[in-house]
């Protein structure tokens, strides 16, 4: 059984650039959720996907998109990069769609992301 | 506002002895409580969960108790040992909502040879 996997594992961009980030979920999972770790901080929700559509999100803008697959995959889109911005970006996989609430994610190592 | 609070950065314990790990929740709709573990350059690893019609729950070493009134749980690891050494998260969720976690800001336990 693979994990949840993310790429890539490390990356600077500047001020106002655009990045992408992206995760592979653990085979059989069909739920992917982002979560953003500031340094020092806790693992905030930015959103969840189901059936490739958005399926909840935390007080994230809109500068911060997504995207899920057919095969579960997902991408995180920044556009705007600010420095606060710079933080662990997470992936995490489940199955069931959410609402059962109870479902245990699976996370992925990360995506550390800097902005200069 | 931070929902889930782990007021305790770190926390030193010798091998073999106690480890208590607390937490502390804010939103009485929070249903359902997670402990992740980390360890460096990995990703939050689920340990053991509890929902609010228990108040205790046991996994091998490890044990959480939920105190509903008090708004507050902890994790014992009994007994401790040096492969425990990481950063522990306590998270909570509302059964039925959205499953999105919220996370405290976690707490660093060294548990010493």
């Known amino acids: 059984e693979t994990g949840v996997t993310q790429s890539p594992t490390h990356l600077i961009k500047t001020r106002g650039q655009q990045v992408t980030l992206r995760c592979s979920s653990q085979?059989?999972?069909?739920?992917v959720s982002w979560y953003q770790q500031a340094l020092g901080q806790g693992p905030q929700f930015i959103f969840q996907?189901?059936?490739?559509?958005?399926?909840g999100r935390g007080n994230f803008p809109p500068r911060f998109s997504g995207l899920q697959f057919p095969n579960y995959s997902s991408e995180l889109n920044v556009n705007a990069l600010e420095l606060d911005d710079s933080a662990l970006y997470l992936c995490?996989?489940?199955?069931?769609?959410?609402?059962?609430?109870?479902?245990?994610?699976?996370f992925g190592a990360g995506s550390r992301l800097t902005v200069l | 506002d931070q929902q889930v609070k782990q007021n305790s950065p770190s926390l030193s314990v010798q091998e073999g002895r106690i480890s208590i790990l607390n937490c502390d929740y804010t939103?009485?709709?929070?249903?359902?409580f997670l402990w992740y573990k980390k360890y460096p350059a990995e990703g939050p690893t689920f340990l053991i969960s509890?929902?609010?019609?228990?108040d205790k729950n046991e996994d091998g070493r490890f044990t959480v108790f939920l105190n509903k009134s008090a708004k507050h749980l902890s994790l014992h690891i009994v007994p401790s040992q040096p492969g425990d050494s990481a950063v522990y998260f306590c998270?909570?969720?509302?059964?039925?909502?959205?499953?999105?976690?919220?996370f405290g800001t976690g707490t660093r336990l060294t548990v010493i040879p």
């Open positions: 995490a996989s489940s199955l069931g769609g959410g609402r059962s609430g109870a479902n245990v994610l699976t």
């Open positions: 085979s059989g999972h069909n739920t």
């Open positions: 996907y189901y059936r490739e559509e958005e399926n």
């Open positions: 939103n009485s709709m929070f249903d359902y």
């Open positions: 509890i929902s609010s019609i228990k």
């Open positions: 998270a909570a969720s509302v059964m039925g909502g959205a499953n999105n976690l919220f």
